[in-house]
């Protein structure tokens, strides 16, 4: 089975500074990682995902999620965060073969604060 | 392209009272999904469909029913509510059947379920 941690339930940082929020999975096959935010009172959006190849994956608005296989993890950082930034970030987990693929497990969420 | 939607949005029910959410989405996905979200616990899977006809049960189905007679429509259903499913309801599709899991899931905007 699946299990996604997403080690910090809520991140406060000031307007422009960096931000990192963790995620750490554990599977016996292999998956795909996923990043989905949500905005206040709206569905979730997917904000970046790594598939294979680059370790290193990037979204349109500057977050940024590294994948390291023997960490087991899939970070997402942001060099300089925005207060329209605040939201809900999850990180989420699919196997890429096998019964139930393409069914998400997700992390419990870490709400990032941004403060100006 | 309206894409997924959910209605209602909010609803009041009693113990015991039953109700139908619903869902639809018009980009012609073969993957439904139905998730629920509750604080501190992130979005766990209620049940899903691959396509029209076919539906399984994810993570919590207990209390819960679907089905899928059309590929644009995948009602949830709760037979007599209760208190613990108090939640927030998510629908969401994804293109492509199981062997494109890595494709991104749309999710609907929510329902907001009190059970009282």
């Known amino acids: 089975a699946q299990s996604v941690t997403q080690l910090d339930s809520q991140v406060p940082v000031f307007e422009e500074a960096p931000v990192e929020l963790r995620c750490n999975y554990s599977?016996?096959?292999?998956?795909?990682l996923f990043w989905y935010v949500q905005y206040p009172n709206q569905g979730l959006q997917l904000l970046l995902k790594?598939?294979?190849?680059?370790?290193l994956v990037e979204s349109i608005n500057g977050f940024e999620a590294e994948f390291n296989k023997s960490q087991t993890s899939f970070h997402l950082r942001k060099p300089s965060v925005h207060i329209s930034d605040t939201a809900e970030y999850f990180c989420?987990?699919?196997?890429?073969?096998?019964?139930?693929?393409?069914?998400?497990?997700f992390g419990k969420g870490t709400k990032l604060s941004v403060k100006p | 392209n309206a894409g997924v939607t959910q209605t209602p949005k909010f609803q009041v029910l009693k113990t015991g009272q039953s109700m139908t959410l619903q869902c639809a989405q018009d980009?012609?996905?073969?993957?439904m999904s139905w998730y629920r979200q509750d604080p501190g616990m992130g979005l766990r899977l209620i049940h899903y469909?691959?396509?029209?006809?076919?539906?399984d049960q994810g993570e919590v189905p207990n209390g819960y029913n679907v089905s899928r007679s059309t590929t644009e429509d995948f009602p949830l259903r709760l037979l007599s509510a209760a208190p613990s499913q108090t939640s927030v309801y998510f629908c969401?599709?994804?293109?492509?059947?199981?062997?494109?899991?890595?494709?991104?899931?749309?999710f609907g905007p929510g329902t907001r379920l009190t059970v009282l």
């Open positions: 980009m012609n996905h073969e993957y």
């Open positions: 469909s691959v396509g029209a006809g076919i539906t």
């Open positions: 599977s016996s096959v292999s998956v795909y």
């Open positions: 969401a599709s994804r293109e492509g059947l199981a062997g494109v899991s890595y494709n991104e899931q749309f």
């Open positions: 989420a987990v699919s196997k890429n073969y096998g019964g139930s693929q393409g069914n998400l497990i």
């Open positions: 790594y598939l294979s190849g680059s370790t």
